[in-house]
C-alpha cells in the first residue's frame, strides 16, 4: 500500500471548517484514499474513502486531486467532538487482504 | 445495527499468564482483523480471519493467535504474557462480499500486563 504523509497536528476553530491535508504521491490507480478517526482511546471510526471522484457523507467530504497525488477531508462546521486523531490511508481493494497500515496521523484540536 | 463489540473492555494480567479476548462483528460481516495499539508503536495489524481461516497475518510472534468460529464471532489469545503486550486490542469487521472491504472498529480492550 502506498505511503502518506500528513500533518503532525492542526488547530480549528469551532464552527469552521477543517481541511486536512494528506499526501500520497506514489498512490496506484487502484487504491482507494481511507479516512478514519480516533477519539481519545476509543476505536477508530470510519469517515469516507474514495478512488478519484470527490465523495461527500454525512460526516465529511473528501477532496482528491485530479492526479490523485493528495487529498484534503473536509469537516464543514468542525465542533469540539471532532477532536481527534485523523489518519488517512491508501489500500488497494477486492485482493482479499484488508490490512489497514495507519501512520501517525493528524491530531485535530478543535478551539472553543 | 449494532456496532462490533469486544469483551471484556478491560483486563488486568500478570507476566507469563495468558489472555483470551473476544469480538463480535457486525451482523452479516464475514472477515475479522485484530490491531494492537500502543504509545510506541501506534496501530499495527496483527492478523484477519475470513471464513474461518486466517487469511493474512502481520509481524507479531507466534504467541499472538486467534480463530474464527462459524457465526464469524472471533477471539485472540495472547500466550506468556510480556510487559510489552500491554496495549489497547481492536476488532475490525468488513463485510467482505461484492467489493464491500471498509472495516469498522469495536471500542477495544484495554489489556495490562503487570
Redesign the interface.
Known sequence: DAKTTQPTSMDCAEGRAANLPCNHSTISGNEYV?W?RQIH??????II?GLKNNETNEMASLIITEDRKSSTLILPHATLRDTAVY?CIVRV??T?????????GTRLQVQP | KAGVTQTPRYLIKTRGQQVTLSCSPISGHRSVSWYQQTPGQGLQFLFEYFSETQRNKGNFPGRFSGRQFSNSRSEMNVSTLELGDSALYLCASSPARGGQDTQYFGPGTRLTVL
Open positions: 481511507y478514519y482511546s476509543q476505536g477508530p471510526q470510519y474513502h489518519y481493494e477486492g482479499g487482504r484488508r490490512a489497514l497500515t495507519f501512520g501517525s
